[in-house]
């Protein structure tokens, strides 16, 4: 797909109003569909850890999403996807995950994974159409009692360079 305003993928290095902004709108969506306990996504502050990257997507110069990669010795995990919805469909996250991908294979490794919410219909097809597919709990999940993750689902995709 093509975009006459090509979306513009920035690395974030500290927590601006537009970092804020956007994972404050996140957390408020995902509230509304989950429990507490179900919700996974890193803290502010953890989004700035070493093992970490995090990026925002521009589109005419505005924020209109965000997203990030968490780094383990043998996985990435996608971390804090967000697009804002008047801006959903025209390519956001696609080049998120696009850098995403990018920063995992720069880290040197070739899986990348995510949890998602079983509500989150736009996301999983988002996700399912770049090539993710179902996989088991991994990680920090396996220790998570079942009500933390009973409305997780877990992807994966196996990445080339």
Do not use: W
């Not at 690395?11 to 509304?32: G, I, N, Q, S």
């Not at 507490?36 to 999403?65: D, S």
């Amino acid at each position: 797909m093509t975009f006459r305003n090509p979306v513009v993928v920035e690395l974030a290095a500290a927590p601006t109003d537009d970092v804020r902004a956007l994972v404050t709108e996140l957390e408020a969506e995902l509230a509304t569909q989950y429990s507490a306990e179900q919700r996974h996504g890193l803290k502010l502050e953890a989004i700035f850890a070493p093992h970490v990257r995090f990026f925002i997507a521009r589109l005419g110069g505005e924020a209109i999403g965000c997203g990030g990669v968490a780094l383990f010795p043998d996985f990435a995990e996608v971390k804090r996807m967000y697009v804002r919805a008047a801006f959903r469909g025209r390519g956001g996250a696609q080049a998120l995950l696009a850098r995403i991908e990018a920063e995992t294979l720069a880290a040197g490794l070739t899986t990348l994974r995510l949890e998602t919410g079983d509500r989150q219909g736009a996301a999983i097809r988002v996700y399912e159409a770049a090539g993710f597919r179902p996989c088991a709990a991994f990680g920090e999940y396996l220790a998570m009692e079942p009500a933390a993750v009973a409305t997780s689902l877990f992807f994966e995709k196996a990445l080339q360079a």
